[in-house]
């Protein structure tokens, strides 16, 4: 089995990982961006996570991003049926791929049982220095693919293409939670040993891997209004409260029609316990031996909605209230942040993502075309 140390530190490894980054590219290794000591909490976090580049402004982990592919990104040729995964980190990306996955598989276990999720469904920025980008290429379609870019970093012919893209998002308080204790287990971001509270200011400011949390929502937000029939914008909120139904949802989106008895038998396999001890998804049982250190806690860890309470002091709580309560709201989106919330508005409104918010002005203004709220078909 590999390792990252072998792969990064050792001169044999190094001579497929040794990238040349030139200064003015449009990838760049973070700890030279000049302007990095202007503010000393995110220089520290940048300077703590291994061989961090900027792509395009962008803030990307070092290990098993490759700068020469994301130089060519913008040229990736995307074909009409690929069906494209888009998560900020933490939002439910691996249980999303999971049930993708399934419903491509017309919910037959036997056929993904043994085959581990990150080659059934491929994440696009992540793999290894190597051929990742023939890989890619020869993927039997249709394919499954998966990123964390934000809009404005895919390739431009995802935007436009016939392929379909589903995003998820979670809410901000669950998310940071989420992905603060993914930071402490995953030696590709430096094992953070930095405080909570040091940890929500650089989420809330956007100076995390993969960059500020609300413009992540906003791009994609905007692509779904855009395009409603090709993107779906749901949340881990709406899979947590009834997975069978946002099932069904996915399932008639990418246009395969389950039964109910296969739609239940995904939602069991899909749940979090069992989810949780399947070493196909839960990062138990990977090619590289030392992405993760799970001694402290697990990637698979909770699976809860309300988890940030146990977290967040009345002030933050506070602050992620004022600074993204409003700011989603003008894009259609209430969040929830427990699952009796979460639970009440699934059962009166049929959905907690509004469908039905459609429309951008000439000035790029969201106009809410909506009268009667919420919409549970597509
Ligand atoms: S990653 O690293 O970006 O791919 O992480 P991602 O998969 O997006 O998010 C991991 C969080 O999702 C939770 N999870 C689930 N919750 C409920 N049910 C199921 N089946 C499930 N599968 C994954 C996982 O536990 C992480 O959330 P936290 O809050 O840390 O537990």
């Not at 040349?20 to 300077?47: C, F, G, H, M, W």
């Not at 592919?69 to 999303?96: C, E, H, M, R, V």
């Amino acid at each position: 089995m590999i390792s990252l140390k072998f792969l990064y530190n050792n001169p044999l490894g190094k001579l497929f990982t040794n990238d040349k980054i030139s200064k003015n590219s449009v990838v760049i290794l973070a700890e030279t961006d000049p302007d990095l000591d202007s503010d000393q909490q995110r220089a520290q976090y940048v300077r703590s996570i291994p061989k961090a580049l900027l792509f395009k402004n962008l803030l990307l982990q070092g290990y098993l991003v490759n700068p020469k592919f994301l130089k060519k990104i913008d040229n990736f040729q995307i074909k009409s049926d690929d069906l494209w995964l888009a998560t900020y980190p933490k939002s439910g990306t691996t249980w999303t791929e999971e049930i993708i996955s399934l419903i491509y598989n017309n919910g037959d276990i036997d056929k993904v049982k043994d085959k581990l999720l990150a080659t059934r469904v491929v994440h696009f920025e992540v793999g290894p220095p190597l051929g990742h980008s023939r890989w890619l290429k020869k993927l039997k379609s249709p394919r499954l693919l998966a990123t964390h870019l934000p809009v404005t970093h895919i390739p431009s012919q995802l935007k436009q293409s016939k392929c379909k893209i589903i995003y998820v998002m979670r809410n901000p308080k669950d998310n940071a939670v989420s992905y603060y204790h993914h930071h402490r287990i995953s030696t590709y971001l430096g094992n953070y040993r930095g405080p909570w509270n040091t940890f929500v200011d650089l989420f809330a400011n956007g100076h995390l891997a993969h960059g500020d949390w609300f413009e992540h929502i906003k791009g994609y937000r905007q692509l779904s209004i855009q395009y409603p029939n090709r993107v779906l914008f749901i949340s881990y909120e709406e899979l947590k409260t009834d997975l069978p139904k946002m099932i069904e949802l996915i399932a008639n989106f990418v246009e395969r029609k389950l039964s109910q008895e296969v739609i239940d038998r995904i939602a069991k396999h899909c749940s979090f316990d069992e989810m949780k001890t399947n070493n196909m998804v839960n990062r138990e049982k990977i090619p590289i031996k030392d992405l993760f250190d799970m001694t402290e806690s697990k990637f698979m860890r909770k699976g809860i909605i309300g988890d940030w309470k146990t977290h967040f002091s009345t002030q933050q709580s506070k602050q992620f209230d004022d600074k993204y309560n409003d700011k989603l709201n003008e894009l259609g989106l209430t969040v929830c942040y427990d699952s009796e919330d979460a639970y009440h508005r699934m059962q009166t409104n049929g959905r907690i993502i509004n469908k039905n918010f459609q429309s951008f002005d000439d000035n790029q203004n969201i106009t809410d075309n909506s009268d009667s709220g919420y919409d549970i078909s597509l």
